[in-house]
């Protein structure tokens, strides 16, 4: 049996979502539950990636399938597609199965040309109408199908405007859209050295290949890759029969979600326009009206629309995001799915529906994308720095929290202005489109003149989690001259601005911030979240600040404190120094008695901090050469110190120099060559233990000494000889012990496939994901990033390994090395201490190969945190 590719509304349901798409599925769902959905039919996921297996063709069967369902949908409404009498209009849209706002193409009106038009018109008595719709099918047709700049088309229309005399689109006379329709096509025929495509069959197929080639676009890409969206998904096309918004007074088009997107308050919010098409509400091209006043110009119709609300909020058990039309006083259903929301919107509309009964506490869990969570862990803004600032604007507070950067005018500009300072960026546009994604995403916060709380600006800013102010009328942007006016000042590109995306004020000034908290709705999911999580959550922590922050969102305890971080304040790099000059061992060790009280001085607050929880400490890892001078002035000072030549110094450096220092002499290799360095390390860690369980008898402190980098068990072996005799040294002279683990850092391939045989000296493994990806892929951390970006455009990697854990290779070693450590020493303690303890999908996989815990930086804990919650939910151990 050949398969299926198209099916109508009626034949799906909400389950169908990896065959039509999140819309295709749920405009079924709504024609299921008998709403007013215009009556359509989807072309499937799986007709998209035969499209892209096929070298980007439609295959015949599948042509004449879609034209099998065309002419059904012909029978359903009574209309004929290409028909002068009667006309079928259509509305092409995509559907992916994860949604992502604003990132494809959406096609409306297709179906018309010079002859249909006039039928259009002759069977509405609307000329207006039926060329608006017209010119605005060239220019949606021209943009997504023929890929002509959007731009060319608006600047034609503006000149109209201007020639007129008026100020928004529905001023303009039958008589101008019908000359906008002819100017359009002179604009095509010129760019495009054809006519314009006049049979609607062309057009229809010309559509959906472009929806399916919009999968492929750069902003899907980069959208993809920062939502984990695997490509092989592909994306389902909507084709739908036209309501029209724009046939006067009595039609209309609007957004509006069951709850407030942007705060989770329980009330019906969203926006619409009278005389218009949904595009105009979206693009912010005129100021809509809110969703309650429709209840004034039209109340059947809002009372309609607000039972739909809530009936579709019920049914889904979640807040819904709606697109609806209102043609000539009749409401149709254009879509429905789960709102993006805030983090700040989420956390409350989760706890909220537990409340109201509607879910579980699991559901309110699963409902949470924890990377959302980083846009409540950044610093808010000093509430005495904000009171001594003046705004210089304000418009409409379109995804809250602060953001203060410096003025990028263009996407391009915000990444490259972010690349080469490293300072915080916010991006001012007239408006944003989807080809600003990447810029979007880099920036602190963003700034629109125009668009409302539903336009793609704040729409795609509060998915992001990213501070959004939107449709700011009084902002005069000079985009070629990079600057622009607001409240009698001129800003420039390059000066700081700050915006706060909860009351909309636009201040033309820095303004300090102060940390986040977590307290209410986020603290009370926190709290579900840790009884469901089976995954410890400790944080990466070099100093007890960092611990204390990690503390404060959650931790458990600490899964890495890196030594070496302790040694480049301006007291500790001269005796570091001095120590890696030495010529002789009694050299070094006078050099390292100078660093001992430093170390334990910094153990001692890391373990006050902590309070008895677990603490991790890595002896020295990287490379020495990265501790010596290379200014002049600094080498001729520590060569005046030590005795010793300039010219000496600097042959010690050039010696120390590696081809390749992240695979060289570093990590337990130091401590093979220079012992000395570990019995100093093991000292102070002791000595702080000791001397902290004295002060605080109620703690129970037991330090984890971890050896770096070992690879064979002979190397861990003797490190730990060391780390034991200096231990039992020490117990005596003090009469005093504490207990202690001796483990390591599983970080080169070796280890991973030898697990079995470290466990017989290692009492916990912590994999050091960085490098083991590093050195499994052959990836140098530092240079993947020039490379990286030609792979992703090529397809040969989704995601960068180093951001989410390579499942299938390295993810493979670190299974590897849980199964084989287990089996030799089934209590030993398993954890991941790389960057990818904070990232959802990969904490997702830890779970699943039996780690006991994972270790983050102190801002991912919270992400970690849920994440494990719902890995546990998904995957029950």
């Not at 944080?539 to 503390?551: C, E, G, I, V, Y």
Request: aromatic share 8%; charged share 25%; glycine share 8%.
């Amino acid at each position: 049996m050949s398969a299926k590719y198209v099916y109508l509304f009626s034949e799906g349901n909400g389950k169908m979502r990896e065959l039509l798409g999140g819309k295709g599925a749920n405009l079924a769902e709504m024609t299921n539950l008998g709403m007013p959905v215009p009556q359509g039919f989807t072309v499937t996921t799986e007709a998209c990636t035969r499209y892209y297996e096929d070298g980007k063709t439609i295959a015949p069967e599948i042509e004449a399938e879609i034209f099998t369902y065309l002419k059904t949908l012909e029978e359903m409404t009574g209309k004929t597609f290409g028909s002068k009498e009667n006309p079928l209009m259509v509305s092409v849209r995509s559907g992916a199965r994860a949604s992502m706002p604003g990132m494809m193409d959406t096609i409306l009106n297709l179906g018309l040309n010079d002859e249909v038009v006039e039928g259009l018109s002759a069977l509405t008595q609307n000329e207006r109408f039926a060329y608006d719709s017209y010119r605005r099918f060239i220019q949606m047709y021209s943009d997504v199908v023929c890929e002509l700049p959007k731009s060319h088309f608006e600047r034609i229309i503006d000149e109209m405007k201007e020639k007129r005399g008026v100020q928004h689109d529905t001023e303009l006379t039958a008589a101008d859209m019908k000359e906008l329709v002819s100017l359009f096509k002179a604009a095509y025929k010129e760019m495009m050295k054809e006519d314009f495509p006049s049979d609607p069959r062309e057009q229809l197929m010309g559509a959906i290949k472009a929806v399916f080639r919009s999968w492929d676009n750069p902003r899907a890409i980069y959208y993809r890759r920062m939502n984990d969206i695997p490509s092989s998904w592909g994306t389902a096309v909507n084709v739908q029969s036209m309501a029209y918004g724009n046939m006067g007074d009595t039609s209309g088009t609007g957004v509006a979600f069951t709850r407030n997107p942007a705060t989770g308050e329980k009330k019906l919010y969203g926006e619409f326009l009278m005389n218009a098409q949904g595009e105009d509400v979206v693009a912010g091209i005129r100021t809509p009206q809110t969703i309650d006043q429709l209840r004034d110009v039209m109340p059947e119709v809002y009372e309609q629309f607000a039972a739909i609300a809530e009936k579709l909020e019920k049914h889904y058990h979640d807040m819904q995001d709606m697109e609806f039309t209102i043609e000539r006083g009749k409401l149709y259903m254009l879509q429905t799915r789960n709102g993006k929301r805030t983090a700040a919107a989420a956390l409350k509309i989760a706890c909220d529906l537990v409340d109201e009964g509607m879910i579980t506490k699991e559901e309110a869990v699963l409902m949470v994308n924890p990377k959302s969570l980083d846009a409540l862990l950044h610093p808010q803004f000093d509430p005495a720095a904000l009171k001594a600032a003046k705004p210089i604007g304000s418009a409409l507070p379109a995804s809250p929290g602060a953001a203060c950067g410096r003025v990028a005018f263009s996407a391009a500009d915000a990444v490259k202005m972010i690349e080469e300072t490293g300072d915080p960026v916010v991006l001012v546009r007239l408006e944003t489109s989807p080809e600003d994604i990447e810029g979007m995403h880099v920036s602190q916060g963003i700034l629109t003149a125009r668009g409302g709380m539903t336009s793609h600006a704040a729409v795609v800013a509060r998915g992001m989690g990213t501070c959004c102010v939107a449709g700011c009328g009084d902002i005069v942007i000079h985009e070629d001259e990079k600057l622009f006016q607001l409240g009698g000042k001129t800003i420039h590109e390059g000066d700081y601005i700050s915006l706060d995306g909860t009351t909309g004020n636009i201040y033309g000034e820095a303004i300090k911030t102060v940390p986040a908290t977590i307290s209410g709705d986020f603290g009370r999911l926190m709290g579900w979240a840790d009884e469901i999580r089976q995954l410890g959550i400790h944080t990466n922590a070099d100093t007890p600040q960092d611990a204390q922050q990690a503390l404060d969102f959650g931790a458990e305890g600490i899964g890495l404190t890196r030594t070496e971080h302790m040694f480049f304040g301006a007291d500790r790099i001269r005796p570091m120094r001095k120590m890696i000059l030495s010529k002789t061992e009694e050299q070094r060790r006078k050099a390292l008695a100078e660093l001992l009280p430093m170390q334990r001085g910094d153990f001692e607050g890391i373990f006050e901090v902590m309070h008895g929880l677990p603490v991790t400490i890595r002896l020295l890892d990287p490379p020495l050469h990265e501790f010596l001078p290379k200014e002049e002035s600094d080498i001729e000072e520590i060569a005046g110190e030590m005795g010793l030549s300039a010219v000496e110094v600097k042959d010690t450096i050039t010696s120390l120099h590696e081809f390749n220092p992240m695979m060289g002499h570093r990590g337990c290799r130091l401590a093979v060559s220079y012992p000395e360095i570990a019995e100093m390390q093991t000292r102070a860690i002791l000595e702080a233990a000791i001397n902290v369980s004295k002060k605080h008898p109620g703690w129970k402190i037991v330090p984890e000494i971890m050896v770096p980098l070992a690879g064979e068990v002979k190397e861990l072996a003797y490190v730990k000889s060391i780390i034991v005799d200096t231990a039992n040294k020490l117990f005596d002279e003090v009469g005093s012990k504490v207990d202690y683990l001796v483990g390591t850092m599983v970080e080169v391939p070796r280890a991973a496939l030898t697990a079995d045989e470290i466990a017989q000296e290692a009492e916990f493994f912590s994999f050091g994901t960085n490098d083991l990806t590093q050195m499994c892929m052959g990836f140098s951390r530092d240079d993947a990033g020039r490379f990286l970006g030609v792979y992703y455009d090529k397809k040969l990697y989704e995601q960068d390994p180093f951001a989410r854990i390579d499942q299938k290779g390295v993810g493979k070693l670190v299974e590897m090395g849980v199964q084989l450590g287990r089996k030799t020493r089934p209590d030993i303690h398993l954890g991941i201490c790389g960057e990818h303890g904070g990232d959802p999908s990969s904490v997702e996989f830890f779970h699943r190969v039996g780690l006991d815990y994972v270790s983050c930086s102190p801002f991912r804990v919270p992400v970690a945190r849920l994440a494990a919650a719902q890995a546990a939910i998904r995957f029950p151990r």
